[in-house]
């Protein structure tokens, strides 16, 4: 066999076990995660409702992928609708929560989500966190006539009481602001 025929043999072997090798860097989960719903939203059922650490070729390291899938139960469209990730690590004490604003059917077409339709998005972090137990639920929604739903939050600590995950202090169950950062001139 040629020289050149070996070394692009040789290439394709790496090229094809590299992924491989990478992939097992992203073990990165706990293997009994908890991904909950608490469907607080007469007009949104949430449901697959899935997270994990992935490792990103891109970025070269470990991201947070959040992954969740919705259906429009009212007889409006849905305009725009608030999902709110409450995070909790290993030992039940509460992390920085997330939310995402999801406008329409998902991030990629902002067209009103109509009655009975279902629709999956998704959100990637910029680094891995440490989540065991992460709580999703709708904090807002904004129907086609321009009604604005909003949960109320003591009924969903009552709801997530009513889970049974042996937290025993949720904590705030509002999404977490994030950071401001100051730009210097």
């Not at 992924?19 to 059922?45: F, G, H, K, V, W």
């Not at 959100?123 to 709580?135: F, L, N, R």
């Not at 006539?145 to 009481?161: N, P, S, Y």
Request: aromatic share 10%.
């Amino acid at each position: 066999m040629p020289m050149v025929s070996k070394l692009g043999l040789v290439a394709l072997l790496l090229l094809c076990t590299e992924p491989r090798r990478l992939a097992a860097q992203s073990n990165n989960n706990y293997p009994d995660r908890r991904a909950l719903i608490l469907n607080t939203c007469p007009n949104i059922e949430l449901s697959n409702f899935s997270y994990s650490n992935q490792y990103d070729y891109s970025a070269r390291s470990e991201r947070f992928h959040q992954n969740l899938t919705w259906k429009n139960l009212g007889t409006q469209p849905i305009v725009a609708f608030e999902v709110v990730v409450l995070k909790y690590d290993a030992f039940n004490t509460r992390l920085i929560g997330s939310r995402w604003a999801v406008t329409g059917k998902n991030s990629a077409d902002w067209r009103p989500l109509q009655p009975g339709a279902t629709d999956q998005d998704g959100t990637i972090s910029y680094g891995d966190e440490e989540v065991y137990t992460a709580v999703a639920y709708v904090r807002s929604a904004r129907l086609g006539d321009g009604t604005v739903w909003r949960a109320d939050q003591a009924d969903v600590v009552r709801r997530l009481r009513a889970l049974n995950t042996g937290i025993p202090d949720f904590g705030n169950t509002l999404p977490d602001s994030l950071p401001i950062t100051r730009r210097t001139p």
